[in-house]
């Protein structure tokens, strides 16, 4: 699904090409993506506004809008979320398409809308899409961002050695919980456990302070690797996740487990 770097990239997109376009339709009618809004909710508090701001925490996106026509008092948040497969397209008033979000590709081309779930329309002729085969995203109007904890791009030393600082669950699944760090998705817990050589199983309560440390240095050399490279998929063990593979680090044999009820890879030498 699509991790903090998949879901800065469709920030990206909406920032540099979605901004400042006036919104004169919204096709929400798909009940279960905008639930749980009814449709023409959504339109009603969109038309006649402009997207102002694009911002994220962790998986998380929310834009800021305008006032409705001379009106100078904001408009509501719109909140996007990306689900397990989506993708946010932006539409150039010449029918060109920019899009950000998970990397999938199943063949979809420029003008292929089949599995558009949620869409803007601006006056210049463009638009702006969520398109999600799995159809698991969400679209909300003043989502409630507050229970997520800090991001995992922007964490603080102090508040990085605060989440692991105490209890015992496994530290990925510490690292995967969302009101504790905001962002970090299975993918990504895995590699950068591989990258400080810590085993994911371990009690938080039980890391020392040089492995915290590492984990924290790995977080942000992790996500600034991945969104470099175009997304999670990109990282160095992820094509190690599977039976059979060596670490390609050291060589040993690459282990499988359940880690918070979600399938880990690590190595079976260096983490433990």
């Not at 463009?126 to 698991?136: E, F, I, K, N, Q």
């Amino acid at each position: 699904m699509p991790e903090l770097p998949e879901v800065e990239s469709a920030r990206a997109v909406i920032a540099e090409l979605a901004l400042g376009r006036r919104i004169v339709d919204v096709d929400d009618t798909d009940t279960y993506e905008c639930r749980p809004h009814r449709p023409g909710d959504i339109r009603a508090a969109m038309v006649g506004r402009r997207l102002t701001a694009a911002h994220r925490r962790g998986k998380t996106m929310w834009c800021e809008t305008s006032g409705a026509g001379r009106s100078r008092t904001p408009g509501p948040v719109l909140g996007l979320h990306l689900g397990m497969s989506g993708k946010i397209v932006a539409v150039a008033p010449d029918g060109q398409e920019n899009d950000g979000g998970d990397y999938w590709q199943r063949g979809r081309e420029q003008g292929d809308q089949r599995f558009t779930r949620f869409a803007l329309s601006f006056a210049d002729g463009g638009g702006l899409l969520l398109v999600d085969p799995r159809r698991l995203g969400r679209v909300r109007l003043d989502p409630d961002v507050e229970g997520l904890g800090p991001d995992a791009a922007e964490v603080t030393w102090e508040e990085f050695r605060a989440l692991l600082s105490r209890g015992t669950a496994p530290v990925k699944a510490r690292l995967l919980d969302q009101n504790a760090l905001a962002g970090v998705g299975n993918l990504l817990a895995d590699q950068l456990l591989w990258h400080a050589r810590v085993d994911p199983r371990r009690p938080v309560d039980s890391l020392t302070r040089p492995q915290v440390r590492r984990l924290y240095e790995a977080v942000h050399a992790t996500i600034a690797e991945a969104v470099a490279g175009g997304g999670v998929h990109t990282l160095e063990v992820v094509p190690f996740r599977k039976a059979g593979a060596r670490c390609p680090r050291c060589g040993a044999a690459m282990q499988r487990g359940t880690v918070g009820t979600r399938t880990t890879w690590w190595c079976s030498r260096e983490q433990r």
